[in-house]
């Protein structure tokens, strides 16, 4: 009886022990299970914010250019020599000319701003940039590339800064004008929908794969747009750049100062208004002006006889009770020559 006694003991304390190591076996089961599901969780996040990380890295170099560098695949890949400058004066959300400073200091633009000194009338006397337009070669028919390549680099932001701020793309047959690279036409591309992206898709599926994007390597090869596809391409292109409107609100600190272009007028200030700074923007013809090739230029000029009242709205005056007078007054001997002719 002692015995049977004994074993009982001994099996029931086996029990014990085995209920207990399986307990602590469950939890460590669960622990690592939980450890486990911690780690995925983890690799996911990480997975999810390396992902989100490469995506933002392409967006940015999509803007400033392959790996920060201001490059552009197919068209220019800056030596380790040069420093892409990118420019804190631009106004638009894009970047077409681009500086980069060499070893010597001094700079070169990309594209070549060849006869774009004439074009956007830095070449005119009353223009800030004129003594440095007229150094660096950009007032020459004949470009001098030694002198036009090696420009002093604030300079070189400050003509890339008027560029930026005349910029407007247009059509020209099936010419897109100016020149413009095969990555802000794939972006322009991307934003189209409907029967516009039908219409191009040929087009842009050419130009998207002229490159391959892993090796870098381009087909030495110009697809060429149709006058239509030229057509829908063009308000894309101006669009991704923010490329605004005449008459579109504008800010000094974006455009800085064109005081020296924008028009000025005395006004009539309806009662109740205020006289207040609102900018636009402007575009003026430069006087006097014999040269055919310069076109009109934008700005970012204060808007005439722009007043709001006390609620900041915008004060509508409506100038014709002033300008019935002023005609009247005008007329009156007219008027008093014909009342005499006329026979009774």
Not at 80 to 88: D, G, H, R, S
Request: with cysteine; glycine share 6%; charged share 20%.
């Amino acid at each position: 009886k002692s015995s049977s006694v004994s074993t009982l003991t001994i099996l029931s304390a086996n029990k014990l022990f085995c209920y207990y190591v399986r307990s602590i076996v469950r939890e460590r089961e669960r622990d690592i299970n939980n450890c486990f599901d911690g780690f995925k969780i983890s690799i996911i996040t990480m997975l999810l914010i390396s992902t989100l990380l490469h995506i933002a890295n392409i967006e940015n170099a999509r803007a400033l250019g392959e790996g920060n560098n201001g490059g552009r695949p197919g068209y220019h890949m800056p030596s380790q020599t040069t420093t892409y400058l990118p420019n804190p004066m631009n106004p638009l959300q894009r970047e077409l000319w681009r500086v980069f400073k060499k070893e010597d200091g001094t700079a070169f633009i990309i594209p070549r701003p060849d006869g774009l000194g004439l074009e956007y009338g830095m070449c005119q006397v009353t223009n800030p940039l004129f003594k440095e337009a007229e150094q660096y070669g950009f007032c020459d028919r004949t470009v001098d590339h030694d002198i036009i390549n090696s420009i002093d680099p604030d300079v070189a932001l400050e003509f890339t800064a008027v560029f930026h701020q005349n910029l407007m793309f247009v059509a020209n047959g099936n010419e897109i004008i100016p020149w413009v690279p095969d990555e802000d036409i794939l972006v322009a591309c991307d934003t189209l929908e409907g029967d516009s992206k039908v219409a191009t898709e040929s087009y842009c599926t050419n130009v998207r794969g002229r490159c391959d994007e892993k090796s870098g390597v381009c087909l030495e090869i110009t697809f060429i747009p149709s006058e239509e596809e030229v057509g829908i391409l063009i308000p894309a292109l101006n669009k991704i750049y923010g490329i605004p409107e005449l008459g579109e609100e504008c800010s000094l600190d974006a455009w800085g100062s064109t005081n020296y272009v924008c028009p000025v007028a005395s006004c009539y200030i309806p009662e109740g208004c205020t006289y207040t700074s609102h900018y636009i923007i402007s575009q003026y013809n430069l006087e006097n002006s014999e040269d055919r090739t310069v076109r009109p230029l934008r700005t970012c000029c204060q808007e005439l006889c722009y007043s709001v009242d006390k609620n900041g709205e915008q004060c509508v005056y409506s100038g014709s009770r002033q300008f019935a007078w002023s005609f009247l007054i005008q007329m009156a001997p007219f008027f008093s020559m014909l009342f005499f002719l006329v026979p009774y």
